[in-house]
């Protein structure tokens, strides 16, 4: 049932934004060049490597030595402006559409972070990667990354089409109140570099996967 919505979701999605999404498509080409399109390597279900598509938010500007400016130095008004109002994930559909992706599910993270993974935040890759999911409607890049993944994990043990289309619903307050974008007093979102709790604060923090999130209730 999940994935028969994933398609019919997707597809009327794109069918119903096609003409805004080549109208954005222009901007994006004016504003930031080319290519358009951003296609990084991510994660996916089963931790098999796949692209993913969104519209670009950063210029190819590079500094002296030839090397890209930082983050914060290439990301633009009008990319802030795409991340903010996530118009940059739109394109994303088109994975959903394909296989890749949901609609519903963790957000899918570059391969760099596997060897960072405890076994249990690993347990994320159980289910499709989405284009939102619990942790994004329960503070986005505002947690840590150890409450993202306690909240990923918690989806993963508790899913199911009602929670999902409670998460749908939810994600169009978050997008419209542009609720956790970043982290605080960071352009872009810190990499992950490994989980600094013990593996015994970890296990008890399994059990209570929400207990210092302001998450919204799944009943």
């Known amino acids: 049932m999940k994935r028969l919505f994933d398609i019919v ?8 934004l096609a003409i805004p999404l080549l109208i954005l498509a222009g901007f994006v080409r004016r504003k930031l060049g080319s290519p358009v399109l951003f296609r990084p390597t991510r994660i996916g279900l089963g931790s098999k490597p796949f692209k993913v598509t969104k519209f670009r938010t950063m ?14 130095d290439r990301l633009t008004p009008f990319g802030r402006f795409l991340r903010r109002s996530s118009l940059d994930e739109l394109p994303q559909f088109w994975c ?7 609609v519903i599910g963790p957000r899918p993270l570059p391969p760099k972070y596997l060897p960072y993974y405890s076994p249990e935040q690993a347990r994320r890759h159980l289910v499709r990667p989405g284009i939102s999911g619990w942790a994004q409607v329960n503070g986005r890049n505002s947690l840590s990354w150890e409450q993202k993944f306690r909240l990923d994990t918690w989806y993963v043990d508790h899913q199911s089409f009602r929670l999902d289309m409670k998460i749908l619903w939810l994600t169009i307050g978050t997008v419209i109140q542009r609720q956790g974008i970043n982290a605080a007093g960071e352009a872009t979102v810190p990499d992950f570099k490994g989980s600094q709790v013990s593996a015994q604060e970890d296990s008890h923090l399994e059990t209570s996967p929400r207990a210092d999130v302001p998450a919204h209730s799944a009943g």
């Open 96 to 102: 959903v559409l394909i296989g890749t992706m949901s």
């Open 59 to 72: 210029t190819d500007e590079r500094g002296p030595d030839g090397e890209l400016l930082p983050d914060e």
């Open 9 to 16: 979701f997707a597809a009327l999605a794109l069918l119903a």
